[in-house]
């Protein structure tokens, strides 16, 4: 049987949410129907390469060092095309998919663009650029029902527009008796842990984040925190950790590409975002059975029923979330029931082989036309 060969294009391979799903559907497709190939551009975020290349993946990067170079490596992305035989191009992210646009353009390759982020998120010209380009493609995907009527509202596109609910997998990420990082930190056994895996963007409000843990620290000595990860506005959000004397109590290991051993380490998984796709990291806390508590942005309230699954609060009321984990922290009994009930949601509705067979569908839709 002669396979579907695949080309995933975007921007980097770091350690964000959208980068981190491409290892992990790989390694679920069906290798016997379908090849993947995968072009980069920013050679120093590479973190997920090996993770690619060890799932059967062959990953090219095209070196680009701004935008305007990224789209300039078209006729190499082309020359890539017809040297391997791609059968369909799928692109991640607005920059990705600007070139990945062009490449079906000139080839006729059918071309699907999965979005992460609200429109209204994007700068001015990013915006521009995607709505003039958008309907050059054979079919875009929304990860929340959030991002697709974004993508309805501000865009008015020709082409379908369908949501395809992110997923995690839920075999791999299993909580365990094993974790090793609360011993490594030197947080106590019977410490209640909140965490965060996120770059640090100014959507997350880390630095908001670590006022709450602040004010909950005032009220319970025995609460720690963990933040996983990096990006452009760490400088800021060290200053106020350093700024609240938080040094010993909130701890800051920077970016890792294994999290799962610290979801391992932590009871409360949570966000103060301003705005969200849907994000990977809070999936793959849930199935760890970390409970959750968050503000209701963007597609997390598509996945956190408030005082079912989690708990949540609006955007702007962000310093409500104090109050959130104390009702946990008052009640162990509260707190492992929204442990469960955060794993059982993933189980039943954000399943990564849930996500991957309805991808297939689509890509053997378009190359079988």
């Not at 059968?87 to 607005?94: A, E, F, K, V």
């Not at 697709?148 to 008015?156: G, H, M």
């Not at 997390?300 to 104090?322: A, F, H, P, Y």
């Amino acid at each position: 049987m002669t396979k579907i060969k695949v080309l995933h294009i975007i921007k980097s391979l770091g350690r964000g949410g959208a980068e981190m799903l491409l290892p992990e559907t790989l390694k679920l497709h069906d290798k016997d129907k379908f090849e993947f190939h995968y072009i980069y551009f920013l050679p120093w975020k590479d973190q997920m390469v090996g993770s690619l290349e060890e799932a059967g993946g062959r990953v090219a990067c095209l070196e680009a060092k701004d935008n305007i170079r990224l789209l300039l490596q078209y006729k190499k992305t082309i020359e890539y095309c017809k040297d391997h035989k791609i059968d369909l191009i799928h692109c991640h992210l607005p920059w990705a998919g600007f070139l990945g646009r062009w490449v079906h353009k000139k080839t006729g390759i059918p071309m699907l663009y999965t979005e992460h982020n609200m429109q209204e998120r994007y700068h001015p010209a990013t915006k521009s650029i995607n709505k003039i380009s958008f309907n050059s493609q054979s079919l875009a995907l929304g990860v929340s029902q959030d991002v697709t009527d974004s993508i309805k509202e501000n865009i008015k596109p020709n082409i379908p527009v369908r949501t395809l609910l992110n997923g995690v997998n839920t075999e791999s990420f299993q909580r365990s008796c094993n974790s090793h990082i609360r011993r490594e930190l030197g947080i106590p056994k019977d410490a209640i842990v909140i965490g965060n895996v996120a770059v640090f963007r100014f959507q997350k409000r880390l630095v908001e984040w670590l006022q709450v843990i602040k004010r909950i620290r005032e009220k319970n000595s025995n609460v720690y925190g963990i933040i996983v990860g990096a990006g452009p506005l760490e400088k800021e959000i060290k200053m106020e950790w350093k700024d609240s004397g938080l040094q010993n109590i909130v701890f800051l290991p920077g970016l890792k590409i294994d999290v799962k051993s610290y979801f391992e380490a932590l009871d409360i998984f949570m966000m103060t975002s301003s705005f969200e796709g849907l994000p990977i990291a809070l999936l793959e806390a849930m199935s760890m059975e970390c409970a959750v508590v968050s503000t209701s942005a963007g597609g997390i309230k598509e996945v956190i029923r408030n005082e079912e699954d989690g708990l949540t609060c609006k955007v702007e009321d962000w310093q409500k979330l104090s109050d959130l984990c104390q009702i946990l922290i008052d009640d162990p009994e509260k707190l492992k029931t929204f442990k469960r009930a955060a794993r059982e949601r993933v189980l039943k509705e954000f399943s990564l082989t849930k996500m991957v067979d309805e991808l297939e569908i689509i890509y053997s839709d378009f190359v079988t036309k």
